[in-house]
């Protein structure tokens, strides 16, 4: 992810402060939108496969750990998060600003966590309200975090996925 030491200046890059920031206040706003207007468990269709639907996740993606004791899930999220939010931030500070895309997927994936962060700080759960299906099949509800981590992790795997680069191997001598 970077081959140098770590820096502040760029894990706190003011582009990228601002993609963390843009994608939190997105976050937070397209929830509280959801909790003032809507019960739990109501929603509309946007399209015949899309629906705003207000649910809780008191969860990890996909619902993982949502009936687990609320003891379990604050020990567990909280050394989880503690730990990402770190990693995070480390692989900001030294990735170099000219691996544009790296960062931008860092970025999403940090807006995002620290939007869920607060919701289950604030909350003890998640408000989730996308929902897509298409017949039988339903994925599970997410939220705005949750698109900018999905976005950002498919940044970061097509960033790293060779694509055909041409690789010139030594032989050993």
């Known amino acids: 992810m970077g081959n140098q030491n770590f820096s502040w200046k760029l894990a706190l890059n003011p582009l990228h402060l601002w993609i963390v920031g ?4 997105l976050d937070q706003l397209s929830k509280y939108w959801i909790i003032w207007t809507m019960r739990i468990g ?52 030294t990735t170099p600003l000219s691996d544009r895309w790296q960062r931008i997927g860092l970025s999403l994936i940090l807006g995002g966590a620290i939007g869920n962060l607060k919701d289950r700080i604030i909350f003890g759960e998640v408000t989730d ?22 976005g950002g992790v498919a940044i970061i795997l097509l960033r790293v996925i060779p694509w055909g680069r041409s690789h010139k191997y030594r032989k050993a001598s």
């Open 42 to 93: 109501e929603g509309f269709f946007v399209l015949p496969f899309f629906e705003i639907t207000h649910i809780k996740n008191k969860g990890a993606a996909f619902g993982i750990f949502h009936n687990s004791s609320p003891m379990f899930r604050i020990i567990f999220f909280g050394i989880v998060t503690i730990v990402c939010l770190y990693l995070l931030i480390y692989w900001l500070g």
């Open 129 to 150: 309200f996308l929902y897509i299906h298409y017949g039988d099949f339903y994925w599970p509800a997410f939220n705005i975090a949750d698109a900018a981590i999905s």
């Open 22 to 25: 843009i994608i939190f206040v």
